[in-house]
T-cell receptor
């Protein structure tokens, strides 16, 4: 149980275009989902927290107009990178937390974004 | 702002050796978690510890949580090449919606 999927697993896009990444909890309802960014050989950096049906909470320094997050249902959250630039190239990982009060998050397999 | 420091940052050992990875926090952990991440994949939860002084074992992995709940160690006995990966400690902040604060990670390479 507790499986989280991401789609696509990798994407290459041209500078200036937008890319949408999906995060799904397959066998549980995720009240809260988190989006992280990871550079090579580095740790995960939290970008934002999204709760179903409400606006995402962004971490300091993360541009909310550039990284649009939507959590429309209890099993789906999306991250849209708008007007992508090469510096947005990174590994994007989502995680999902099921029950309120649970300490455990379950991570998706990540999406490798390359902006050319 | 809470800071988690892991040491060492890199570790390269031979198969069969033992190793210990450390995680120290600038403040008391809400809930300490250890993850392992392989290249190109998401982190996988290894263990969650909440109580100071707690020791948990997962096959060849032993996790210790300091009495003051500000430090932890991960000990691997007789390391195998399959243990290779990035080991991350994290604090799950229950009072902030459960968001995770990660350490910078320990990159472990176990050579056959």
């Amino acid at each position: 149980g507790a499986v989280v999927s991401q789609h696509p697993s990798w994407v290459i896009c041209k500078s200036g275009t937008s890319v949408k990444i999906e995060c799904r909890s397959l066998d549980f309802q995720a009240t809260t989902m988190f989006w992280y960014r990871q550079f090579p050989k580095q740790s995960l950096m939290l970008m934002a927290t999204s709760n179903e049906g409400s606006k995402a909470t962004y971490e300091q320094g993360v541009e909310k107009d550039k990284f649009l997050i939507n959590h429309a249902s209890l099993t789906l959250s999306t991250l849209t990178v708008t007007s992508a630039h090469p510096e947005d190239s990174s590994f994007y990982i989502c995680s999902a937390r099921g029950q309120a009060g649970s300490y455990e998050q379950y991570f998706g397999p990540g999406t490798r974004l390359t902006v050319t | 702002t809470q800071l988690l420091e892991q040491s060492p940052q890199f570790l390269s050992i031979q198969e069969g050796e033992n190793l210990t990875v450390y995680c120290n926090s600038s403040s008391v952990f809400s809930s300490l978690q250890w993850y392992r991440q392989e290249p190109g994949e998401g982190p996988v939860l290894l263990v969650t510890v909440v109580t100071g002084g707690e020791v948990k074992k997962l096959k060849r992995l032993t996790f210790q949580f300091g009495d003051a709940r500000k430090d932890s160690s991960l000990h691997i006995t007789a390391a195998q090449p399959g243990d290779t990966g990035l080991y991350l400690c994290a604090d799950s902040l229950y009072n902030q919606g459960g968001k995770l604060i990660f350490g910078q990670g320990t990159e472990l390479s176990v050579k056959p």
